[in-house]
């Protein structure tokens, strides 16, 4: 679940209740550009589950999970953003990396080839079918 705006930090309230209510905060990776917000959510429910989303070629991708100081379960970036050797180190690390929006077959077998851990994208037939 992308979370794109806080509102004054009330969403993150808001929507752990709703998810604890209904038993499904377990079923749900959070994500967001607003690490503030992710952080903020994770002392608020623990056992969420974050993923760091980012969207640029970092140094160092393990230094970002490190910095956010609690349990991150994956990091989200664009397609274009992918080295093999980070997601390497990131799977290694025992977290998932996650990749939008992948709609042209070479990219989507370039992701499979970097061993990304799943593929968001508008032609799931396709993906499909590349992934036999």
Excluded at 12 to 37: N, Q
Excluded at 115 to 120: D, F, H, K, P, R
Aim: charged share 30%.
């Amino acid at each position: 679940m992308e979370l794109k705006v806080s509102y004054g930090g009330s969403i993150e309230h808001k929507v752990v209740a709703l998810l604890r209510e209904y038993g499904r905060l377990s079923s749900v990776i959070f994500s967001s550009y607003d690490h503030r917000m992710l952080y903020r959510l994770k002392q608020l429910a623990p056992e969420a589950r974050i993923s760091l989303v980012y969207d640029g070629k970092l140094l160092r991708p393990l230094r970002l999970i490190e910095d956010f100081e609690l349990e991150v379960e994956a990091v989200s970036l664009h397609h274009t953003m992918v080295e093999r050797e980070d997601v390497i180190a990131i799977r290694n690390s025992g977290r998932q990396v996650i990749v939008w929006t992948v709609n042209e077959e070479e990219a989507m077998k370039r992701m499979l080839d970097c061993g990304v851990s799943a593929i968001i994208t508008d032609y799931p037939a396709k993906l499909r079918r590349i992934m036999g």
